[in-house]
């Protein structure tokens, strides 16, 4: 059963300190997705990669996230200095694109994060 | 702007009424439309997609449908269970814009009452 995973499951830090959120896509999917879901904003995308290409961040706040894919297995998210405004739940998808066509994204458990 | 509305107030129903969800948008021309279903602490799971070109889409218990003139999708669960509480996301794919990531409205709430 393929299955999206996401490490730390919760994350509970102090603001200033760095946070690194790591996703293990689905094996053969070449699309990966990371959101931010807070009550306030809902579901936000805020980087995706194509074949390990970053496609699009222009959700995220550049001067404090990065997103990179070191390999097909691994996407990771990384937060430095991380802000008390951080805390939310981030979910990594993966979906396999082809062409044009439409696809499904499939997500992982998430990552709650706490910033104090 | 752009906006994607999902009653975001909680729809209660009995168990083995018809529940119907609904999903308005503004300013997107989407190639597609999506429903996916989340619990708590989980993340979304996908259910259904209905394209521009289709008005209609089922799968058991559920039913989809795409109005592109209404610019609105309704999602239908009948017979529905207790098991179906949840919220209820959809999303859609912008052709304008050409990105390939969906846009997710805020979410209804389901509860079904046994």
């Known amino acids: 059963d393929a299955r999206v995973t996401q490490t730390p499951r919760h994350k509970v830090t102090e603001m200033g300190q760095e946070v690194t959120m790591r996703c293990q896509p689905i094996?053969?999917?070449?699309?990966v997705f990371w959101y931010r879901q807070t009550m306030m904003q809902g579901l936000e995308l805020l980087a995706y990669?194509?074949?390990?290409?970053?496609?699009?961040d222009s959700g995220m706040p550049k001067d404090r996230f990065s997103a990179e894919m070191p390999d097909a297995t691994l996407a990771t998210l990384k937060i430095q200095p991380s802000e008390p405004r951080d805390s939310a739940v981030y979910f990594c998808?993966?979906?396999?694109?082809?062409?044009?066509?439409?696809?499904?994204?499939?997500f992982g458990p998430g990552t709650r994060l706490t910033v104090t | 702007s752009q906006k994607i509305e999902q009653n975001s107030e909680a729809l209660n129903i009995q168990e083995g009424k018809t529940a119907t969800l609904t999903c308005n948008y503004t300013?997107?021309?989407?190639?597609?439309l999506q429903w996916y279903r989340q619990d708590p602490g989980r993340g979304p799971v996908f259910l259904l997609l209905?394209?521009?070109?289709?008005k209609e889409k089922r799968k058991e218990r559920l039913k989809v449908t795409f109005d592109t003139t209404l610019k609105q999708s309704l999602f239908h669960i009948t017979a529905s269970q207790p098991a179906d509480s949840a919220t209820y996301l959809c999303?859609?794919?912008?052709?304008?814009?050409?990105?390939?990531?969906?846009?997710f409205g805020s979410g209804t709430r389901l509860q079904v009452q046994p």
């Open positions: 998808a993966s979906g396999l694109v082809l062409g044009l066509d439409a696809y499904e994204q499939y």
């Open positions: 094996l053969g999917h070449n699309t």
């Open positions: 990669f194509r074949n390990r290409a970053p496609l699009d």
């Open positions: 300013n997107y021309s989407p190639a597609y």
């Open positions: 209905i394209r521009e070109n289709e």
């Open positions: 999303a859609l794919r912008d052709m304008d814009t050409g990105r390939r990531a969906l846009t």
